[in-house]
């Protein structure tokens, strides 16, 4: 998928990944104006950081494009000579303007949608600190999916702690990673069952996906093992249900069918006289066809840990 001029906007939103020092650092940005061959981007709030990214470096450009897409660019310059004229100018740099295909990059690895617990560390402008709850959508190696009510925006970075399992919690059973938020929007909160219809303005949600960019090779392979099984349960019961148990009955035959093997009365033979209801012997009862139902906790397969 190549990046059309006419898709990028001013006031777009980009995550911009660099390393400083050998450490990882992400500059949430926006565009502010789009040239042939530069990006003119300015930082959400000034960051001293910027000053230390040297012309010609590489770095990663994320932007929201239904899902994160992430590019190769580099650092071009700063705008604005000096950090005398102004902080408002300190914020405004040029980096190249990706062109073509050949350096897209998509999500790597699968996610599966499951609910999970979340905890969240803030390290935001917003929510510089803060720590909050939410709940996934979806789970994978490289990042995660969630719901919450805290404040947060694109390009946070965050500390998430994920609970793999759903009961029988240990440690093992908890994931903690980091990485910045590379999308984000607004939904309306899932109203509770059996709850009557509300005509107030419905509860809003922050939908948050986050790349993992802080995780370990165990703790990757950990949530992998566990969506792996998730699926596999899932799969499981389905197979289950759509299976008629093992000796139901067969429906019997249409009463107007005859039986194979049945003797055909002679020809200009009288056909003998249709038995009463008092000839008739009671039927036996059929054999129960329908499905049985699954045992109690069969239907949390799903949720055992990896």
Not at 81 to 107: C, L, N, W
Not at 108 to 127: C, M, Q, Y
Not at 200 to 210: G, Q
Request: aromatic fraction near 2%.
């Amino acid at each position: 998928m190549a990046i059309d001029p006419k898709d990028l906007s001013i006031h777009d939103d980009v995550l911009v990944e660099t390393e400083v020092d050998g450490i990882p650092i992400g500059l949430p940005s926006f565009v502010t104006n789009v040239l042939d061959k530069e990006l003119w981007l300015a930082l959400r709030l000034p960051d001293p950081r910027l000053l230390r990214i040297k012309e010609g470096q590489r770095i990663h450009l994320t932007f929201d494009r239904g899902g994160a897409l992430i590019v190769e660019s580099e650092f071009v310059r700063r705008l604005g000579g000096s950090s005398r004229q102004g902080t408002e100018k300190s914020r405004v740099f040029a980096v190249r303007r990706p062109q073509g295909v050949d350096q897209v990059q998509r999500r790597p690895h699968v996610r599966v949608d499951l609910e999970r617990d979340v905890r969240i560390k803030s390290f935001g402008a917003l929510a510089a600190d803060m720590v909050g709850a939410g709940r996934t959508v979806n789970i994978g190696a490289g990042g995660v999916q969630f719901t919450t009510e805290m404040p947060l925006m694109f390009g946070d970075q965050l500390r998430v702690a994920l609970v793999l399992t759903a009961r029988d919690i240990t440690a093992r059973d908890i994931v903690v990673a980091g990485g910045p938020v590379v999308r984000i929007d607004e939904i309306p909160a899932p109203v509770p069952t059996g709850s009557a219809a509300s005509t107030d303005k419905p509860r809003m949600l922050t939908r948050v996906a986050v790349r993992f960019d802080k995780i370990s090779e165990q703790d990757q392979e950990r949530i992998t093992c566990h969506i792996l099984a998730a699926h596999r349960s899932r799969v499981a019961d389905a197979a289950r249900a759509a299976t008629p148990p093992a000796g139901a009955a067969t429906p019997p035959a249409s009463a107007a069918t005859s039986p194979a093997g049945a003797a055909t009365p002679p020809a200009g033979t009288t056909e003998a006289a249709q038995p009463t209801a008092n000839d008739v012997p009671p039927a036996e009862p059929e054999a129960d066809s329908a499905a049985p139902q699954l045992p109690d906790g069969d239907t949390d397969a799903v949720d055992q840990p990896a």
